[in-house]
């Protein structure tokens, strides 16, 4: 063994099981680690696959955006994330069965948090209203505003009324 495969967090669940730790807080942050590591072994060629206009550094910066907006999740105080994943996006790297193989690994070790909703739109659905585009609803405490974020090729947009944001609520 040489050290360069990594793990996967049920490989390490086990492992902890069988080590006898029964500590939330010390099995979180042996988890932690373990998902740290996965997230760096990640290929970019997903995301360059998808953005051929980005240099080698913009993918990496859009890499770190995304992975630091995943680290809000395992927090104590992590926000709440209800997806919507519609069928296609399996379908479209089911011809790469790793990169599938990782991606679901990765949503069922998210799946057992209670923060987190995710749920898959079938093609049996049919159409639906929300697959015109992808947005992200963000609903915030008082007295703030609830945001509807839309990410586009060149950047992202905001939307902050309450009858934008309504349209939005209404398609998901």
Not at 12 to 37: F, H, N, S
């Amino acid at each position: 063994m040489n050290g360069d495969r990594g793990t996967s967090p049920v490989l390490v669940k086990a492992l902890l099981d069988c080590y006898g730790v029964t500590d939330p807080a010390v099995r979180e942050d042996v988890l932690d680690l373990v998902r740290a590591d996965q997230a760096q072994r990640q290929k970019w060629w997903v995301i360059t696959a998808m953005r051929v206009d980005l240099d080698a550094k913009q993918v990496e910066d859009l890499v770190d955006v995304r992975m630091n907006r995943q680290a809000l999740l395992v927090r104590d105080d992590a926000p709440k994330l209800w997806a919507v994943i519609d069928e296609a996006a399996f379908r479209r790297i089911e011809s790469r069965p790793n990169v599938l193989k990782e991606q679901l690994g990765h949503l069922l070790d998210a799946e057992p948090r209670t923060n987190i909703t995710l749920q898959l739109l079938p093609f049996a659905v049919g159409f639906h209203p929300g697959l015109y585009r992808s947005f992200m609803l963000m609903g915030f405490p008082e007295p703030s505003p609830d945001l509807v974020w839309v990410e586009n090729l060149t950047n992202s947009v905001y939307f902050e009324g309450s009858d934008d944001v309504g349209r939005y609520v209404h398609r998901g």
